[in-house]
């Protein structure tokens, strides 16, 4: 598919999402489709190979975690080649994003696409969720394929701020994972939770979910 056609498929499946887009942003998705397939012939970015499905299971699938999307500070943690995090920036001119992964060469990637789609509002750090400490906490921090609930938790929940949000995106519905955190006192009397069935255009046959994470306030049990 070229570039035009690309948009165009962009702009129907982001419609089915109910959500809208800022100008030229379907045409900015779209160059990164073709970007990561190009990246793709050189580098094992992703085993998605073809653009069509690309558009669904990366562009459009983190684009459904955009409603959940709280404050303007935005951490991608395991970012990978830039999932959820560059379709979310392109989409959000606004928020400020941060995309993590400790892979060198899809790090290198992203930081290739952020300057290639001239994006003022996100940067690309090699970095281990676990080892950063960012001089302000985030207002969401956004995972996709990350890791398990608790262990994302640990990970990566430092990073969130008092009234933030830890976004997970998941398959199946994670009751393991969940009834994993249940079992950990000390992540289960701290965080809330809450899950959202999502229904992402081109891959509805696949179950997706985002999962919400919370700090309970004094006093909630």
């Known amino acids: 598919m070229k570039v035009r056609e690309l948009a165009e ?9 109910r959500q809208e887009l800022p100008p030229q942003s379907d045409q900015k998705l779209a ?3 073709t970007l990561l397939e190009h990246w793709n012939t050189r580098v094992n970015l992703t085993s998605i190979r073809h653009n069509e499905t690309i558009v669904s299971a990366h562009i459009l699938d983190s684009l459904a975690a955009r409603p959940w999307l709280v404050g303007a500070r935005i951490v991608d943690v395991g970012t990978g080649a830039g999932f959820p995090g560059l379709p979310l920036a392109i989409a959000e001119p606004d928020l400020n994003f941060e995309l993590l992964d ?9 930081q290739h696409a952020i300057g290639e789609l001239g994006l003022k509002n996100a940067v690309a750090l090699k970095r281990r969720a676990e080892h950063y400490a960012p001089g ?12 398990a609930i608790p262990e994302m938790i640990e990970l990566a929940g430092h990073l969130v701020s008092k009234d933030g949000v830890l976004l997970a995106l998941k398959g199946k519905y994670p009751h ?38 919370q700090r309970k306030r004094a006093g909630e049990s």
Not at 102 to 110: E, M, Q
Request: glycine letters at 8%; proline letters at 1%.
């Open 176 to 213: 393991d994972e969940l009834r994993q955190l249940g079992d950990m006192k000390h992540l289960s009397d701290l965080w809330d939770h809450n899950v959202t069935e999502l229904t992402v255009p081109g891959i509805e046959t696949h179950a997706r979910h985002v999962v919400v994470l």
């Open 31 to 33: 160059r990164l489709v």
């Open 102 to 110: 400790s892979n060198g060469k899809k790090i290198a990637f992203v």
């Open 9 to 17: 498929a962009i702009g129907s499946g982001v419609a089915t999402l």
């Open 136 to 147: 302000t906490r985030f207002d969401t921090v956004v995972t996709r394929a990350f890791a």
